[in-house]
């Protein structure tokens, strides 16, 4: 299971990627905030032996698989291997094993990386000189560099397979991208960019053409809303037998968290006020949106829209006729502008909003960094955002469990706050950044001083 909460089959996505005619054999497992590696290649006779060219054919074998995948069903790191993957007698791989000879390995690979990036140019070629020599591509170059001081940058470096990027990242890249340059970059181009020289030329392009529109009008102008507008009322207009399901759901929701999970709220008087204001959450657990649930009234709960990966709500017929009874706006971190488009425009129609700053399920239960949508969205609506801190709920249902344990769920309910307030809470160069670092402190401070231990 990824720290985003998809759950990842690797014995399917072995199969998948060993498809390929540059793959042997490949153990894929966890690492970091992505999946990893082990490769074989296949070194058929007459081909070379050469270790970077079998490493490109490798790097070029898990992109093209990975185009048929989800995101975070692609590969972002790999080690190579010329033996054989333990496997046990039925042929399955040795999961442990492999976990080791991936770490031995990528700890071997670490200290050739340098030489690597030597080797495959930091010096650039005629084109690059020329391509760096251009306003736009400059300045996202000198980003990247500040961005990611411990890798070795190059125009070849690959952004997924090198930098770990994740759809997720590429809302941050994109924003910073408009910030220096003015330009935005397109989600169908996005999903077409592997390497650093394929961003700096897209930029160029971009630059040329003189496509350099308000980002922020463009993206919550009425142009983009309006639509969207007309989504949401009909998710919300929904008939008096929908009413009336709604209704009994939520009354036994409310029932099963209070008494199976003993969920207790303080500071509920911070949600009397009237939308649209936003609800930010921190997330530690699938059970989260329902502890939220129960402590709302059904009146509350009639007028709150909620943020759900389109991964989850929109797999089955079933989940999609529950999301749509629910109001959840389907957020797609492949097309992160979209997903803040369908947000604003929840907010437009004066609904309440759930939405989870830090853009993923927390894998170890703490607070981690938020993403910049949040900032984005108040930035530009100035809505009142009240912090919500969880707790308990990843000890009722851990990321890996697969069964419920009866643990308390607390929930504090902080005030609500505008724009010029997280600003003054937070740091940054940006305001879109400070109004994210307010937020991430005013859900901190919600958070109960740990006891020390006895």
Known sequence: ??????????????????????????????????????????????????????????????????????????????????????????????????????????????????????????????????????????????????????????????????????????????????????????????????TVRDLLTTVAHSAQQAETGDFPEKLFGESEIEPRENRIEQLTAVSKPAVLAYWFIFQINRLLMKTLFRVRAKGLDNLDGNPPFIIAPNHISYLDSFALAAILTFGQARGTCWAGWTGVVSATAWRRACSNLAQVIAVDPNRPASSLANAAAALRRRKALVWYPEGRRSPDGELHPFKPGIGMLLQQLDVPVIPVYIRGSDQALPPDARWIHLHRIDISVGKPLRRDELMLRGTGTSPQGRITSGLFNAIKELQPERQPPP
């Open 1 to 194: 299971m990824t720290p985003g909460g998809e759950n990842v089959q690797p014995d399917q996505l072995e199969e998948c990627y060993s498809q390929h005619p540059a793959i042997k054999e490949i153990g894929i497992l966890q690492h970091g905030k992505g999946l990893a590696a082990v490769v074989v290649p296949n070194l058929d006779e007459g081909k070379t032996t050469n270790g970077d060219a079998v490493a490109q054919a490798v790097r070029d074998a898990l992109h093209q698989s990975g185009e048929k995948l989800a995101s975070y069903q692609q590969v972002s790191r790999f080690v190579i291997t010329h033996e054989k993957l333990d496997r046990t007698r039925i042929g399955k791989i040795k999961r442990p094993q492999l976990k080791a000879l991936f770490n031995a390995l990528s700890t071997s690979a670490e200290r050739e990386a340098a030489a690597v990036a030597a080797s495959r140019g930091t010096s650039k070629t005629p084109s690059d000189a020329v391509l760096m020599a251009q306003q736009a591509p400059a300045q996202v170059w000198s980003w990247l560099v500040k961005t990611y001081p411990n890798v070795r940058l190059s125009p070849n470096t690959e952004l997924k397979l090198e930098l770990g990027i994740d759809s997720l990242d590429w809302l941050e890249i994109t924003h910073s991208v408009r910030q220096l340059t003015g330009i935005e970059l397109d989600e169908t181009v996005i999903n077409r960019l592997r």
